[in-house]
């Protein structure tokens, strides 16, 4: 009889998703009382949206804050892991008493995205004819989903958002919400996100894609309920490695790992660098907590982001925003540069000048540099 070695690390699961039976966590949700229609067409005749909130709302709902997360996030913004949440929370230092989005004084709100695989529906979730939406989960826009986050709002008893903030995807969400419903959006707070996704950027996201589909194991998305280790896991470790060469800077990753190996490892002799070990583990974490078909949908709905996309143009779109704004991007940013946060602070008519975070750490700046913005969450808030 062989004896596994107690050092072996388990196989991941075909998907990091939650599902229905694991612990709920902090996560309440909202279920739409009718179909969802799709700005590409068609329906999702079921939408749950996850969601966590912070504090205690107004009676008069004047204090809600609204959190929106990027690609790989979900509504666990603040908080440790724990059963029912893999990771701790994604801007801890930002939320609680005392804090920038001081918990005594507002009400925060964190969904978890549509199409996304925290609770969400998504191509995790069942569908309609009692499996697994795989891949026949249908194409979601940035529009869609803030249909879908306007339910929870409105189920909350919140008309107005005193803040709505977001950076990356939850800047394009954030954006999408002051554009299409001035009238709830308060302020606003977008961070190292664009006005539409630009060709490169769509570029680094087709690479990603491709790299999720040619997994053998991808299945054409139907691939939920294969055994542990039979997931499209090499895909979407693929996808995570490039994208996260993309989140950070070229001087931060010279300076941390330079051409250093890994240990005791030898390059020239099928050994890794430190770099590459390090792309390594990103890749290794997120194939446990997220799910390859929750990947492809977002992706391809951050491409789909056009503020202005049946508005008139950018300009005309952007005029729509009735809020009082700040935008900020990060100076090391190659992903999302700050030419792109510089159109957003010269087209809303609320905002004034383009706001810098200065990091090292390229694109991931908003998400470390907590302190500069918490700076920007006060000025905005008093």
Request: with cysteine.
């Amino acid at each position: 009889m062989n004896t596994v070695p107690a050092t072996t690390v388990p196989l991941p699961p075909a998907s990091g998703a939650w599902r229905e039976g694991d612990p709920p966590g902090r996560r309440r949700w909202h279920v739409r009382e009718k179909p969802l229609s799709l700005e590409a067409g068609g329906e999702l005749p079921a939408v749950r949206l996850a969601y966590e909130t912070w504090g205690r709302l107004a009676p008069d709902g004047s204090n809600a804050v609204l959190v929106l997360h990027a690609l790989t996030g979900d509504s666990h913004v603040v908080g440790p892991a724990g059963p029912g949440h893999p990771t701790a929370g994604w801007w801890d230092g930002l939320i609680g008493p005392g804090r920038a989005l001081d918990t005594d004084r507002w009400f925060v709100v964190a969904p978890n995205v549509l199409g996304g695989c925290q609770g969400s529906t998504g191509p995790s979730s069942i569908g309609p004819d009692g499996r697994r939406w795989g891949g026949s989960f249908p194409y979601l826009t940035q529009r869609d989903q803030v249909a879908a986050e306007a339910d929870v709002a409105d189920a909350l008893g919140i008309g107005r958002w005193a803040l709505v903030i977001g950076g990356s995807m939850g800047g394009m969400r954030a954006l999408e919400w002051a554009v299409s419903h001035p009238e709830r959006t308060q302020a606003l707070l977008l961070l190292a996100c664009p006005a539409a996704a630009s060709a490169e950027q769509i570029a680094w996201a087709n690479i990603q894609l491709h790299a999720i589909r040619s997994d053998p194991h991808w299945l054409g998305g139907d691939y939920h309920d294969a055994e542990p280790g039979h997931g499209p896991h090499a895909g979407l470790g693929l996808a995570r490695r490039l994208a996260h060469v993309t989140y950070r800077s070229e001087p931060e990753l010279q300076a941390r790992f330079g051409r250093v190996p890994q240990g005791a490892e030898n390059p020239w002799h099928n050994g890794r660098y430190q770099v590459e070990s390090y792309l390594d583990h990103h890749a290794a974490k997120l194939v446990r907590r997220f799910d390859a078909g929750t990947y492809t949908v977002l992706t391809e709905a951050m491409n789909s982001h056009d503020i202005g996309r049946d508005r008139g143009g950018t300009q005309a779109a952007l005029r729509r925003v009735a809020a009082r704004t700040l935008v900020a991007g990060v100076d090391s940013d190659r992903l999302y540069p700050l030419s792109q946060q510089a159109e957003l602070a010269a087209g809303i008519p609320g905002a004034d000048r383009l706001r810098v975070i200065e990091s090292p750490y390229g694109h991931d700046g908003f998400l470390i540099e907590t302190d500069q913005v918490a700076t920007l969450v006060r000025e905005l808030t008093g």
